[in-house]
């Protein structure tokens, strides 16, 4: 029986880990069905991690933290979870393989997940020229011309670093304010390679057997434009991962926002005895990486309790 079970090896899931083992739990496994890091290793450039200055990547700030979390006994299996049930006070963590794990409390911490944007030829030429990934795709477009689709602090971050490797960045905005920091808008306009195509919605994606060769985009006016372009990147914001919580009968095991967040308290607290959630999957996450390691670092703390609680009295 495991002390604590942590889902999810992103920034929350790994400080959970950190947190929990140096707390002096002796038994605590690390559920991550991928390498360790989270989506954040997706990223080119992170500036906002403190204490962490000059031009550093994702998946560079965060290569060391699962060495640090082993340090301290963590043990991580790489395997998907299914779902996370409770029978009295045990908590089932039914994996991807068909076994199942035992433990006396559960951090969740799965994140979140790129949204797909919904136009024509979207899915048909996804991994074939649309791409949810600057840092995985952009160097197939070196010194070609490309199209960011949204207006956030991803696509805006992501659109400034496929201007250095491409001829040109197109990106396409259905409004014509952005949604993200100030410094960073101010950064794209100075660009002289990004053509802003704002008030503008795609509409196509279009190709050949070998890949995309142009979007279709529709102004608020009703005009359409083609741009011909062989790589299309949208960030259109993330939906949050919260399936393991799915209970067979469809019902979620704890209590959740409509739009499918988990409801906790400021100690990171569900609404089951025992079961903390964290990062970007909790009610108002401010979704970043320096809170989502806030969040791992408070449930941990309250994960050592409960099990001492339940153990102990
Ligand atoms: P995640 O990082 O999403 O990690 C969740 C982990 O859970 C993943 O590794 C996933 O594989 C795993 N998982 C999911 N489901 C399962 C399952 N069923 N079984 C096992 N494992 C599972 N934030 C900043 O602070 N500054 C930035 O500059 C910044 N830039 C960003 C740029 C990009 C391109 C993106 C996408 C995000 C950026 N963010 C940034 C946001 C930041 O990455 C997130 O807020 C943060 O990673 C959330 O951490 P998390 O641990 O909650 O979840
Ligand atoms: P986001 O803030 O939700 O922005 C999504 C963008 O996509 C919005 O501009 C939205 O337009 C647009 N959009 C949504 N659906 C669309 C559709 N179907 N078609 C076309 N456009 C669509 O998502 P995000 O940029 O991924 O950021 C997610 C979170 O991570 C945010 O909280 C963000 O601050 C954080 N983050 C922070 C940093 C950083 O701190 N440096 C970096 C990256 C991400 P509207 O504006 O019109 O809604």
Known sequence: MLDCA???GGP???????Y???GGLENVTMFEKGMPGGQITQSSE???YPG???EITGMDLMIPWPEQCQKFGLKHAMVE???VSKEGDVFKIHKGDG?????HSVIIGTGSSPRRAGFTGEDEFFGKGVSTCATCDGFFYKGKEVAVVGGGDTALEEALYLAKICAKVY???RRDTFRSAPNTVARIKRTENIELVLNSVPEEVYGDKMGVTGIRVKNNAGETRDITVPGVFTFVGNDVNNQTLIQEDGSFLCEMTKSGEVIVDISMKTSVPGLFATGDMRIAAPKQVVSAAGDGAVAALQAISYVDELLNH
């Open 46 to 48: 992170i500036e906002n």
């Open 81 to 83: 979870v299914k779902r």
């Open 20 to 22: 929990t083992t140096r």
């Open 6 to 8: 942590i889902i999810g």
């Open 99 to 103: 076994t199942v794990e035992e433990a």
């Open 52 to 54: 962490v200055t000059g």
């Open 171 to 173: 990106l396409i905005h």
């Open 12 to 18: 929350a899931g790994l400080t959970a880990g950190l």
